[in-house]
């Protein structure tokens, strides 16, 4: 009887708030524990994938848009009492040789944008949308949400630490699959939905925060499908929603997005 009293309990301890967007979320990991893996991993992939030279026109770009938000995301929070959501975070921002359409963000400011990205994004405008998606999705802790969820479901609820230690590969695969470093399409794609529409519009804020317009970052997914060229899957089995839907809620979501706009 105590167990299945102490698995509520539990869920109302840990539940707290997304920054800006207000939405109730359940996070069961701690937030450092989470971060000293995400470190451990992120630093396997880049000794895989050796980032692109500092000195390189994009690598400049993408670490001083990196650089723009991220400075403006940890003003904000502190000015709004939220300081707690990027304590610890020692920002990093690499552009790797590689032609996947892709980014993310680990817990602590860990960036990794791939080249295969900046033809779609074109320009620094669009791209300061995808990055401030990235970060929206760390400073969100969506990675610790899904991953709970995971933990939850396939390791039968089991701490962190013991699933580590006792299916380490199972556990790895969960995590990577949490920040999206890897895709998978199962039981969770209504979470991904939700956090793939709440980071759009944290990736609006943090632009506009960063003085960045984002009139039009809507307009990414429209490159996004035409770069697709018809080839993603329906969004019935995607674990995003799809280009056109996103674009709709962002246009939506811009006179809330317009208030935080800073011309730099």
Known sequence: MKKFLFIPLLFILACTKVPITGRKQVN?????????????????????????PASNPDAVMVKNVGSRISTAVEQYMRKNGQAKRVEGYKWEFNLVNDKQVNAWCMPGGKVVVYSGLLPVTKDETTLAFVMGHEIGHAVARHGNERMSQMLLTAAGGMALDIALSQKPEQTRAMFLTAYGVGTTVGVLLPYSRTHESEADKLGMVFMALAG????????????????????????????HPSDATRAKQMKEFLPQAMKYYKPG
């Open 28 to 52: 069961l990991l701690p937030e450092s524990q989470v971060m000293s893996m995400s470190l451990t991993q992120y630093r396997d992939f880049l000794s895989k994938n050796p980032p692109v």
């Open 212 to 239: 960045y317009n984002p009139s039009t970052a809507y307009q990414v997914w429209d490159r996004m499908s035409a770069a697709a060229g018809g080839g993603k899957p329906p969004e019935i089995l995607s674990t």
